[in-house]
């Protein structure tokens, strides 16, 4: 079945610094949205990508969906710890509506 | 609050014991979904509906589990004669129609099986 990998598995930042996580599908998907989750909730839809090339900003988040749609990824300018969670991309994937990866870990260090 | 609620919000059971759990969706919502979530792990798709009917089920997933949504709004989740290994998160989401749609979750409820 589909595959979604996301990398790294954790990062630990100081506030201000940069952040990426990178998100892999075995097959091409069609849209491919990101999720937050802060430690103790639940995951929270952020933001959905449907078309090849697309990039989108919200504040000092950058969402980017690769050209051959089986990729993404997040970027976070000069990170804050209210930043801090797990981040997650998901896509369709057969006849499961979405298809989650593993996440990425975000850690802030004041 | 119009969110997607759960309940219970915790369960601790003993193994071999039946268990079930309730979503409540946003009502306008005709998709729901059910995920189970394990430590370090992204949501694990479970099952959904489409209003009453249930369109799809993970083929990992146990017969021991079952879903229900009788009416199209609330639906439930019951695990029979469970296992240590069922312990987890369980997450219920809902969105309207189409994989193009996010996915709103609820709080989720955390069964335990001793």
């Known amino acids: 079945g589909q595959q979604v990998m996301q990398i790294p598995q954790y990062q630990h930042v100081q506030e201000g610094e940069d952040f990426t996580t990178y998100c892999n599908s075995s097959?091409?998907?069609?849209?491919i949205q990101w999720y937050k989750q802060r430690p103790g909730g639940h995951p929270v839809f952020l933001i959905q990508l449907v078309k090849s090339g697309e990039v989108k900003k919200q504040k000092r988040l950058t969402f980017q969906f690769g050209e051959a749609k089986k990729n993404s990824s997040l970027h976070i300018t000069a990170t804050q710890t209210t930043d801090v969670g797990t981040y997650f991309c998901a896509g369709p994937g057969g006849n499961t509506p979405l298809v989650f990866g593993k996440g990425t870990r975000l850690s802030v260090i004041a | 609050d119009t969110g997607v609620s759960q309940d219970p919000r915790h369960k601790i059971t003993k193994r071999g014991q039946n268990v079930t759990f309730r979503c409540d969706p946003i009502?306008?919502?005709?998709?729901l979904y059910w995920y189970r979530q394990t430590l370090g792990q992204g949501p694990e798709f479970l099952t959904y509906?489409?209003?009453?009917?249930?369109?799809?089920k993970s083929r990992l997933l146990s017969d021991r589990f079952s879903a229900e949504r009788p009416k199209g709004s609330f639906s439930t989740l019951e695990i029979q004669r469970t296992e240590q290994g069922d312990s987890a998160m369980y997450l219920c989401?809902?969105?309207?129609?189409?994989?193009?749609?996010?996915?709103?979750f609820g709080p989720g409820t955390r069964l335990t099986v001793t």
């Open positions: 009502s306008e919502h005709n998709r």
């Open positions: 989401a809902s969105s309207y129609s189409g994989s193009s749609y996010e996915q709103y």
């Open positions: 097959t091409t998907l069609s849209n």
């Open positions: 509906f489409q209003n009453e009917a249930q369109l799809e």
